[in-house]
């Protein structure tokens, strides 16, 4: 997907009821960056979706381990592979750490202004 400067569109994977999503799309609507977003709540992530991102930084990086959904699932106490941790969150999108956000090949999870910023300067 491309930007109408023919740069790539920051995509914005989460849910409209979560402060760090809204905290993304609002960091790239007041820089007039062009965003899409993912509503996961309608959508669920297909697991290719998050491939990238686990391969990245680890697939336990994508468990948002303070959400409610995963200390009733007692996740803390087990122990799983990159594969099941992905299928879990494919099913659970609740079990995400938000936003997902992807800038080309760049990613990041959670909030993480301070790279946002450095998609900014090149965009």
Do not use: C, H, N
């Not at 109408?4 to 809204?22: C, E, H, L, M």
């Not at 669920?44 to 959904?69: H, V």
């Amino acid at each position: 997907m491309a930007a109408v400067g023919g740069g790539p569109v920051i995509q914005v994977f989460g849910r409209a009821d979560s402060q760090a999503t809204r905290r993304a799309q609002r960091f790239f609507k007041e820089r007039r960056m062009p965003i899409s977003f993912i509503d996961l709540r309608k959508r669920p992530p297909a697991p290719g979706e998050l491939k990238p991102f686990a391969q990245r930084f680890g697939a336990r990086a994508l468990l948002d381990e303070r959400s409610k959904a995963y200390q009733r699932g007692g996740l803390g106490y087990l122990t799983m592979g990159e594969a099941e941790v992905i299928e879990r969150v494919a099913v659970d999108p609740s079990l995400l750490r938000l936003p997902l956000v992807r800038y080309g090949t760049e990613l990041t999870i959670g909030v993480d202004e301070e790279t946002w910023k450095t998609w900014q300067e090149r965009a």
